[in-house]
């Protein structure tokens, strides 16, 4: 069935730091990729996605390549901030028999990161 | 504020109890949904409403009872819980097709005691 794999936490990082998120999908078809973030006592928001291979998602500093050949939407930024500090979470779209999908997601586990001043 | 309302924000409950999480958007969406967040544990999608009709019960245990009276309105009634029942509840909305972005609530912690 879909599945998504992300990289065990807690991340721990001084600020200004390089951060990477792995995230694996299973290769079914050509699903929509996602990363997802939760601020403390927050809901989940939208961080960025990529529709299709090599498409490149980016928004505040971060930045995931849709990798067809390695089933991988790595999450990096090149200088993390102390309100970076939240979960990630990797989704991939549903895979669908047919019709619509709605927004059936397939999620990660999720990535505890923390940044240090 | 994302624009989904939760309530309440904490609820604690005794395994006899009922008791119902209420969600609310305005933000024109079609498509609603309760997803499960567990500690250490992926997102578990509980249920989908579209257009107000329910189009996906992922083998939920009857003790999870959603309503969906109108496309701005999702509630999960709870009952007979067990103390595994704790966790996250989660409401999200989208719209039924395209580029499946949800819009996240706050949450509802639940305790079961």
């Known amino acids: 069935g879909d599945s998504v794999t992300q990289m065990e936490g807690p991340v721990t990082l001084s600020e200004e730091a390089f951060l990477t998120i792995n995230c694996t999908y299973t290769?079914?078809?050509?699903?929509?990729l996602f990363w997802y973030v939760q601020y403390p006592g927050e809901g989940l928001q939208l961080l960025l996605k990529?529709?299709?291979?090599?498409d490149k998602g980016s928004n505040k500093g971060f930045e995931a390549t849709y990798r067809k050949e390695t089933t991988s939407f790595h999450l990096e930024k090149g200088s993390v901030q102390v309100s970076d500090s939240a979960v990630y979470f990797c989704?991939?779209?549903?895979?669908?028999?047919?019709?619509?999908?709605?927004?059936?997601?397939?999620f990660g586990q999720g990535t505890i990161l923390t940044v240090h001043p | 504020e994302t624009g989904v309302t939760q309530t309440p924000r904490h609820l604690v409950m005794g395994m006899t109890n009922k008791k119902s999480l209420k969600c609310e958007q305005h933000?024109?969406?079609?498509?609603m949904y309760w997803y499960k967040q567990s500690a250490k544990k992926p997102l578990e999608l509980m249920f989908v409403?579209?257009?107000?009709?329910?189009?996906e019960n992922n083998s939920v245990p009857s003790r999870f009872s959603p309503e969906c009276p109108n496309s701005s309105h999702l509630f999960l009634h709870l009952h007979t819980l067990q103390p595994e029942d704790s966790a996250l509840y989660l409401c999200?909305?989208?719209?039924?097709?395209?580029?499946?972005?949800?819009?996240f609530g706050a949450g509802s912690r639940l305790t079961v005691l």
């Open positions: 990529a529709t299709k291979a090599d």
């Open positions: 933000l024109g969406h079609n498509a």
């Open positions: 989704a991939r779209k549903w895979r669908s028999a047919g019709g619509t999908s709605y927004g059936k997601l397939t």
């Open positions: 409403y579209s257009l107000e009709e329910r189009v």
């Open positions: 290769a079914t078809g050509y699903p929509s």
């Open positions: 999200a909305s989208s719209q039924p097709s395209g580029a499946n972005v949800l819009t």
